[in-house]
Nanobody, 124 residues
Framework: QVQLVESGGGLVQAGDSLRLSCAAS????????MGWFRQVPGKEREFVAA????????YYADSTKGRFTISRDNAKNAVYLQMHSLEPEDTAVYYC?????????????????WGQGTQVTVSS
């Protein structure tokens, strides 16, 4: 079992930056590809970014490419999402997740473990 806990969410203004963290316990993350997803009320959870287990490959949703950066520190068993140029449309609960694959994954069903989420609110 892997337990994931997100942190770093909050209320920011449009154009600001924010860094989310995801701390893992239970197992080392080094064998899992990691992803970030987000969800707003009434909508499906959507893919944001993913990184391979080794950290050498990343994959981003079109809406976040160029503004968000996913990274990981396997020594600290943690994953991060650096977000720049935030827009009100980025407002959502952000979740980190772990998948038992080496390569980055973009489908919810491919992920085995999920955190509880952290709220990000971007005001205009």
């Amino acid at each position: 079992q892997v337990q994931l806990v997100e942190s770093g969410g909050g209320l920011v203004q449009a154009g600001d930056s924010l860094r989310l963290s995801c701390a893992a316990s239970g197992r080392t993350l080094s064998t899992y590809s990691m992803g970030w997803f987000r969800q707003v009320p009434g909508k499906e959870r959507e893919f944001v970014a993913a990184m391979s287990a080794g950290g050498g490959r990343t994959y981003y949703a079109d809406s976040t490419k160029g503004r968000f950066t996913i990274s990981r520190d396997n020594a600290k068993n943690a994953v991060y999402l650096q977000m720049h140029s935030l827009e009100p449309e980025d407002t959502a609960v952000y979740y980190c997740a772990a998948a038992s694959f080496y390569s980055p994954r973009s489908y919810l069903a491919e992920y085995d473990y999920w955190g509880q989420g952290t709220q990000v609110t971007v005001s205009s």
